[in-house]
């Protein structure tokens, strides 16, 4: 079975969209799981919670970039 690639990765800083704990960003520290779905990306650029989308550099390595600002992700 093939892995789903996500639009998040561990380290990244995202905000819940949706549910009780809705509008919080961070590290919480006690565990619990959180569905994909209810997360988005949080733009250091744009200080908003943004979508994002796969661009190609231009060695040819893939990154995720806002769609707002165009602020890269990965680094």
């Known amino acids: 079975m093939l892995g789903k690639k996500l639009h998040v990765k561990k380290n990244d ?8 704990d809705r509008s919080k960003s961070g590290i919480v ?3 619990a799981p959180v569905h ?4 988005m ?3 250091g650029k ?3 919670p943004v979508r994002t ?3 190609v550099l231009e060695d040819g390595k893939k990154a995720r970039c806002c ?4 602020e890269s992700f990965d680094k």
Do not use: D, Y
């Not at 800083?13 to 009780?20: E, F, L, N, P």
């Not at 994909?36 to 997360?39: F, G, L, P």
């Not at 769609?67 to 165009?70: D, E, I, Q, R, S």
């Open 46 to 48: 744009c200080k908003k």
């Open 53 to 55: 989308k796969i661009t």
């Open 29 to 31: 520290e006690k565990e």
């Open 36 to 39: 994909i779905s209810n997360v």
């Open 13 to 20: 800083t995202v905000v819940v969209i949706s549910g009780k």
């Open 67 to 70: 769609v707002k600002c165009g």
């Open 41 to 43: 990306l949080l733009c």
